[in-house]
Nanobody
Framework: QVQLVESGGGSVQAGGSLRLSCAAS????????MAWFRQTSEKERERVAS????????YYADSVKGRFTISRDNAKNTMTLQLINLKPEDTAIYYC??????????????????WGQGTQVTVSS
């Protein structure tokens, strides 16, 4: 049974930093897509960053480029998202997602098979 477990959310002031972690079990995800999405009550779930674990190829949404960094440790089967220079508009529930069916990373959240439970990130001004 595949499980994704996030940790590391919290509340910070604007300009602060957080580190989110996603621990995967039940599947190695060695040549697959792993991603971070975020969602608020006003917006649809959006892909923030992703990594294709086979090549290491990464993607970042324009809104987070230069501020967020995604990384993957194949040996530990974990993924992290380092968030710096946080802004109030980064406030959301952040979800870890993964899928093993595609060559590359899908853009649509509906094409991800596995999801974590989500972790809240709150940034105050």
């Amino acid at each position: 049974q595949v499980q994704l477990v996030e940790s590391g959310g919290g509340s910070v002031q604007a300009g602060g930093s957080l580190r989110l972690s996603c621990a995967a079990s039940g599947h190695a995800f060695e040549s697959d897509c792993m991603a971070w999405f975020r969602q608020t009550s006003e917006k649809e779930r959006e892909r923030v960053a992703s990594v294709y674990t086979g090549s290491g190829s990464t993607y970042y949404a324009d809104s987070v480029k230069g501020r967020f960094t995604i990384s993957r440790d194949n040996a530990k089967n974990t993924m992290t998202l380092q968030l710096i220079n946080l802004k109030p508009e980064d406030t959301a529930i952040y979800y870890c997602a993964a899928d093993d069916r595609w060559q590359g990373c899908p853009t649509d959240y509906r094409n991800f098979r596995y999801w974590g439970q989500g972790t809240q990130v709150t940034v105050s001004s």
